[in-house]
């Protein structure tokens, strides 16, 4: 008789068909560039992110690896970047004003290469103009009559100051270091020595004469030294003149190309200003080169003075067609931030503004950057450090040392530039969960979260972009299309990844596998394109790299080991489902489950809970059953009842409620002293009304029971028994739907446990009858007399 609960084969599935296709291969497909599949509220949300440019508005891509995420938001945003404005060049130059504080100036893009150049051809030939203009006869004629002209008056002045001096009896005597009056007695001038050989009332005299003549003759020597000073700014005025002529017009022309810019023009005037100060340092001869091995160099920083004119380009953006898109997979510290360089010269470690290295942030200045969230979290200071840009909207260049505490190992501390650009991190959703929850900047910095989802609806529109997609991937991995029946294959494996007949895969990375397998398994054959025959190898030879355990585990089944029926009818037992991940696959297999039920008040004991070997939702499922059977049968009676469950042969943990139906119907057999079906499997959770619950994983667990089935011969009694919840969710292997259309093996979706009890036993549940009794013969009617029983015999023995 036909079972109103069981599934017919067409039902086991949901087939894509190929005759849905409008072509005849791939190769007549428009290739799927730019959009994405399945995921249009995270695209919703990445526009918004995009768009809003306030600050903290950062954003967070959430999804399983392989949906896409840093794939499409390179591609959304290189695109989007493209009709965006092209930030400035940043540039360091040397601070007049505080040498260890490099100052940092911008220009349009493209300027800063040229900014650069420009003054290194102002160093080339500063130094040549001022030494070739300090050489020539011009130069050396005015400076001698400058010379001549102050010397004339100084010479009159010591004259003059020297006939004063004789007038007291005194030489006036005029050295580098100063006028001094040398005594005179008899015509002879007197020496140190000689003086000190005098008598001291002579000396006294002297002295008193020498203070007198200082003090009538100040006046002149002051006229002197004004003189001399005189002198060396007429000299100084004139060089000036000279190094200005020299030099001048090609400074001008620098303020002149570059007036537009303040900073830069006010660096010019320091730089003018500064050769103007230091004229000597330039015109110093080169050493002849058979010398300069006898000296010992200089570090090779700042060679010359010239040096600290140079311009370090940190960012040049002068190719760049809009906003920069930086993608990176390796953010350490200073790939992120940048850093200082050093030069080892004889033991010294030297840097200057010249060696200052941009980051990873200052070339996404002005556009976007895209990280992976756990690998910024896995560099040191990496994290706060970005959080800390992010704050201040700049970013300074130092130590890691700095950062952590320690000494610095240069004295430089560079400008910070700001920064106005969008921090993209992609991750998981659990890692986006443990920031939110545990890192309180994570949510002020990162306000917008685009959630990629796993699964998308299968409607004929994602269908057709899944075709594409194929597409886009035989033409840029330049192999084999796919005809029809092959991508057809393909949307049902994608089905299949996410075990629903009304969804699709959106990992992409999965699927990417097999279009690879499938090319080269159609390679190997020789084929002209990529057929159904192709994927279905592909996806069956993937599966058989990994599924050693699974085989391992049906040999022990064979053989008898691990004890499991499939035929023949048992009181009390029945044969549970579960799944086993082993990582990179898993699978279902058939559990032993028994229960023995007897008079007592301990109510139902999960031996598995009693020797913590079970999870906290295996444990809940089964005190639910208590709440079943005191709900059900001890309205009337008090329920005197003890029973054991046990999952026989488990040696490691157990958890979850999919078993929790199966430990019900095991001991509903036990109470009714009715056997199970051995051949039929049972899966589902139920609650404390009897309705059975959808579980996870309907599919391998049919088909790791057909396959124990299959290898001792299938016998047309042999099924399963599913919550009717999870039909939707059944995509099975060809083999289980072909044995359930020639009715070798069954499959039955219930709702509620009579039904089930009804398939596992063959004896009707029974409905409760105005009276309050059930119809004899009815599972309900001999658990509920067994239970009176043991309430009558409980209260007889307690008198």
């Not at 995921?39 to 306030?54: H, S």
């Not at 540039?91 to 900014?115: H, L, Q, R, S, T």
Request: proline share 3%; with cysteine; aromatic share 8%.
């Amino acid at each position: 008789m036909a079972n109103n609960n069981e599934l017919t084969f067409d039902m086991l599935r949901r087939e894509c068909d190929p005759n849905f296709f409008q072509f005849e291969n791939t190769s007549q497909l428009q290739p799927l560039e730019d959009s994405i599949i399945g995921q249009e509220c995270a695209v919703k949300a990445m526009e918004f992110g995009l768009k809003i440019r306030a600050k903290g508005y950062n954003i967070y891509i959430a999804g399983e690896t392989g949906t896409g995420k840093t794939t499409y938001a390179r591609n959304y945003i290189k695109k989007l970047a493209e009709t965006e404005k092209v930030p400035d060049d940043w540039c360091y130059v040397y601070n007049f004003d505080k040498p260890n504080e490099p100052m940092a100036v911008n220009m349009p893009a493209g300027m800063g290469k040229i900014f650069h150049k420009d003054m290194d051809d102002f160093i080339k030939i500063l130094t040549s103009e001022i030494r070739k203009a300090f050489d020539s006869e011009d130069y050396e004629k005015e400076k001698s009559e400058i010379i001549k002209e102050f010397q004339d008056k100084r010479i009159r002045l010591l004259e003059k100051l020297n006939e004063d001096a004789k007038k007291h009896g005194f030489k006036v005597k005029s050295t580098n270091a100063g006028i001094y009056f040398l005594p005179i007695i008899e015509g002879k001038t007197l020496s140190e020595k000689e003086f000190g050989e005098l008598d001291e009332q002579v000396k006294d005299e002297i002295t008193e004469k020498s203070t007198m003549l200082q003090r009538e003759t100040i006046e002149i020597i002051r006229k002197i030294k004004n003189v001399e000073k005189e002198a060396e700014e007429k000299v100084s005025e004139w060089e000036n003149k000279i190094a200005l002529f020299a030099v001048g017009t090609h400074i001008n022309d620098l303020k002149e190309k570059y007036k537009e810019y303040e900073k830069i023009s006010s660096y010019l005037d320091r730089v003018q200003g500064d050769i103007l100060a230091n004229l000597d340092d330039f015109r110093e001869e080169e050493q002849p080169e058979e010398q300069q091995h006898l000296v010992m160099p200089w570090p090779k920083i700042m060679e010359s003075h010239a040096d600290k004119y140079k311009v370090n380009v940190l960012v040049d953006n002068g190719e760049l067609k809009g906003a920069p898109v930086i993608v990176d997979f390796d953010p350490t510290y200073y790939n992120l931030f940048g850093k200082l360089e050093y030069e080892n010269e004889f033991g010294t470690m030297t840097t200057d503004f010249t060696m200052i290295t941009a980051g990873l942030l200052h070339a996404a200045n002005g556009g976007y950057i895209i990280l992976q969230a756990k690998d910024v979290l896995s560099n040191a200071q990496s994290w706060e450090a970005l959080k800390r840009v992010i704050r201040t909207r700049q970013i300074s260049i130092g130590s890691m040392k700095e950062q952590l505490g320690m000494v610095a190992v240069s004295a430089l501390k560079p400008e910070p530039i700001p920064v106005d650009m969008k921090v993209i991190l992609v991750g998981s959703p659990g890692l986006y969960q443990l920031l939110f929850e545990y890192d309180e900047d994570f949510k002020k910095l990162f306000k917008i979260k685009v959630d990629f989802d796993e699964e998308m609806e299968w409607n004929d529109e994602n269908t057709v972009k899944l075709a594409r997609f194929i597409s886009l991937f035989c033409r840029r991995e330049n192999t084999l299309h796919f005809d029809r029946t092959g991508v057809a294959k393909v949307v049902e494996y994608s089905s299949r990844l996410v075990e629903s007949q009304n969804k699709l895969s959106t990992k992409f990375n999965d699927i990417v596998d097999i279009l690879c397998e499938s090319c080269a398994w159609a390679e190997i054959e020789n084929s002209d394109l990529v057929r159904a025959e192709h994927v279905n190898r592909a996806v069956q030879e993937k599966n058989n790299r990994s599924n050693k355990y699974d085989k391992k585990l049906l040999e022990l089944l064979k053989e008898g080991t691990i004890m499991i029926d499939t035929s023949g009818e048992v009181v009390g037992q029945i044969n549970g489902l579960s799944i086993l991940d082993v990582g990179d696959y898993y699978f279902g297999k058939p559990t032993r489950i028994t229960a023995t039920t007897y008079m007592g008040e301990k109510g139902i004991v999960n031996i598995e809970r009693e020797i913590e070997m079970s999870g906290t939702s295996h444990s809940k499922g089964v005190l639910i059953l208590s709440g079943y059977i005191g709900q059900k049968y001890a309205q009337e009676i008090p329920l005197s009842l003890s029973a054991s469950l046990c999952f026989e042969q488990l040696y490691g943990g157990i958890d979850g409620d999919s078993a929790s139906s199966a430990e019900l119907y095991a001991i509903l057999s036990s109470l009714a002293d009715v056997p199970i079906k051995q051949g039929i499997a049972v899966t589902g959770s139920v609650n404390q009304r009897g309705e059975i619950q959808p579980i996870g994983g309907a599919t391998p667990k049919i088909e790791g029971f057909f396959e124990l089935c299959k290898l001792r011969g299938l016998d047309g009694k042999q099924g399963v028994i599913i919550p009717h919840r999870n039909v939707r969710d059944l995509v099975l292997k060809d083999e289980v739907i072909e044995a359930v259309k020639e009715g070798k093996f069954h499959i039955y979706a219930v709702k509620t446990i009579d039904e089930g009890i009804e398939i596992l036993t063959g004896v009707k549940m029974g409905v409760k009858r105005k009276n309050g009794s059930y119809p004899p013969g009815t599972i309900n009617y001999k658990v509920y007399e067994k239970l009176k029983r043991f309430a009558q015999i409980a209260a007889d023995f307690g008198k």
